[in-house]
């Protein structure tokens, strides 16, 4: 069984500074999918970054990158310039290729602080 | 907005009882997708309608069905209710019938079981 494991339940950062969330995962799988999805007080969930495993370059999305380390299964989500927007749970998603049962940790709680 | 509707926004019940939660995809979206969020954990997948027809399924319960109509709008329905029950519940949509992480997810139905 797949698991993902976010280690930090709760962050705060500096408007402007750069944060960085932690998340693991566990899967004897060779391809899948990697997601970052952020949860803001309005409950939406939202996908911000999202990896395909046999990509070797991490992905970017404007403020947003990922240190993806396959051999470690670890995937880390940096903001960067933080803003008082980025205020939210922060979900680390796995899911196996094809496969649609997107499993999620139980979450980072960032408050970006002005 | 993600285009994705859900109804009700907040429902209180007794336990026991049986409820129907309704969620309407974005246009043009043929996939819908039911999770689970209980206080202070990550997203648990239900089940997922492609077009009408059962996909994928999750960590369902017994007590718990869900169907797609022809106009693509689904129902999750939740009977016999325990007071573990009490969640958030999430649709989201998606084009295709493969989940490649690019959902659109609802604002949520909070259930609250008395």
């Known amino acids: 069984a797949q698991t993902v494991t976010q280690s930090q339940p709760e962050m705060s950062v500096q408007e402007a500074e750069t944060v960085t969330l932690s998340c693991t995962y566990d899967?004897?799988?060779?391809?899948?999918?990697l997601f970052w999805y952020k949860q803001p007080p309005s409950r939406q969930m939202i996908l911000v970054i999202r990896?395909?495993?046999?990509?070797?370059q991490n992905a970017t999305e404007n403020r947003f990158s990922v240190n993806f380390q396959k051999a470690a299964k670890s995937f880390s989500l940096k903001i960067s310039d933080s803003q008082l927007g980025d205020t939210a749970m922060y979900f680390c998603a796995f899911m196996k290729l094809y496969n649609n049962d997107m499993r999620f940790g139980a979450g980072t709680r960032l408050t970006v602080k002005p | 907005d993600s285009g994705v509707t859900q109804t009700p926004k907040h429902l209180i019940t007794a336990t026991g009882q049986r409820v129907t939660l309704r969620c309407s995809p974005r246009s043009g979206d043929l996939s819908v997708y039911w999770y689970q969020q209980s206080l202070d954990q990550g997203l648990q997948f239900l089940i997922q309608y492609y077009n009408g027809e059962e996909r994928a399924k999750g960590n369902i319960l017994e007590r718990f069905s869900a169907q797609q109509f022809p106009d693509l709008h689904s129902e999750l329905n939740l009977s016999s209710l325990e007071l573990g029950d009490s969640a958030l519940y999430f649709c989201a949509s998606s084009s295709g019938g493969v989940n490649t992480g690019e959902l659109f997810f609802g604002e949520g139905s909070r259930l609250t079981v008395l």
């Open positions: 899967t004897s799988e060779n391809n899948y999918y």
């Open positions: 990896q395909e495993a046999y990509k070797q």
